[in-house]
């Protein structure tokens, strides 16, 4: 039996490397139906994420306000697997799985101003691989390490390829002040190499902290100086696109404006997961879907504020 060729390979040196990214970036040209402008397209290219302005209506995002509240307020029948506290406050931190817990979720993934988007930019069909809600509260909300999902994804669930991306639709306002996602232009065309072997179970305690699967200072200060940082801030209803590769992070939140995003992840048809390239158990299908990669169908249409 021939051994698969691991493209990426992490975790697996007592030294960190920069490796070429070897996949594309977006996997459909460009054309005048397509659902970004041409601008649009070519920062995505170039930089790595997007950030799309007031993407849904103030309605919408009140809709998603009550229906996240329910879900916290234990009234809802989520499977406790599901939810994750911080550490050290116990307050909720993250939901995951909500587009197949909540209705509302499930219709949020298959918005074609959403999946269409997904689709046209990995150039497939997409099934969602994660999705979650994340609440940083006022005052106590903590910090999520700078990081590459892909790294992750590809080392503990076995994603093979670069041909997903994250969606965070903002559920709250984004200041500069209050923990908002941080992401560094154009490292998403580096692979960094993380060290440090990867623990049993690791993701009991990474969902809550991570500490392994995160870049190293000198490597984090190198992307720095060869990029910048960029904070998106805007309204509720708007939506950061980020290639699954882009690093990223976000700080703590010791404002008393508390900060939430619903949180999915698209995943290319053909990129399904295969055995986790890390040689450890697979994640469960709660934080990686391996069974339910059931494509999500949509109609891509030209993307424009709402009103």
């Known amino acids: 039996m021939t051994e698969r060729r691991d493209l990426y390979p992490s975790r697996v040196s007592t030294e960190p490397h920069f490796l070429p990214r070897v996949d594309p970036v977006v996997y459909s040209n460009w054309s005048e139906e397509a659902p ?9 290219e170039r930089d790595g994420f997007l950030f799309l ?5 103030q309605s919408e995002v009140q809709d998603l306000l009550q229906e996240s509240a329910r879900l916290r307020s234990g009234d809802a029948e989520l499977d406790p697997e599901t939810v994750f506290a911080e550490m050290e406050s116990g307050d909720i931190r ?23 988007l997904a689709e046209f930019l990995l150039g497939d069909q997409v099934y969602i691989h994660q999705s979650r809600l994340n609440y940083k509260p006022g005052f106590r909300g903590k910090e999520f390490y700078w990081h590459s999902d892909f790294e992750t ?5 076995g994603m093979p390829r670069m041909r997903a991306l994250s969606m965070s639709v903002l559920l709250t306002d984004n200041h500069e002040y209050n923990g908002p996602l941080m992401l560094m232009p154009g490292s998403h065309k580096t ?7 990867t623990p ?24 720095f100086e060869e990029s910048a940082i960029v904070t998106p801030k805007g309204r509720a209803g708007s939506v950061i696109i980020f290639d699954c590769n882009t690093m990223h992070g976000s700080a703590s939140n010791i404002t008393p404006l508390p900060r939430s995003n ?41 993307l424009a504020a709402a009103e």
Not at 36 to 44: D, F, I, P, S
Not at 153 to 157: L, N, P, Q
Not at 262 to 285: H, M, T, Y
């Open 53 to 57: 302005e007031g993407l849904l209506s």
């Open 191 to 197: 692979f960094v190499t993380t060290i440090g072997e």
């Open 153 to 157: 994804w590809h080392v503990e669930d």
């Open 94 to 116: 993250s939901i995951f799985r909500v587009h197949a817990q909540s209705p509302v979720m499930k219709a949020l993934v298959a918005d074609p101003r959403l999946a269409g």
């Open 36 to 44: 970004l402008t041409r601008e649009q397209y070519e920062a995505y």
């Open 262 to 302: 619903a949180f999915f992840v698209f995943n290319a048809l053909s990129n399904r997961l295969e055995a986790p390239f890390g040689k450890v158990d697979p994640r469960p299908e709660f934080v990686a879907a391996r069974a339910d990669t059931t494509p999500i169908t949509s109609l891509p249409k030209q």
């Open 200 to 223: 049993a179970d690791h993701y009991k305690k990474s969902l809550r902290r991570q500490e392994i699967g995160v870049p190293d200072d000198d490597s984090l200060t190198r992307l």
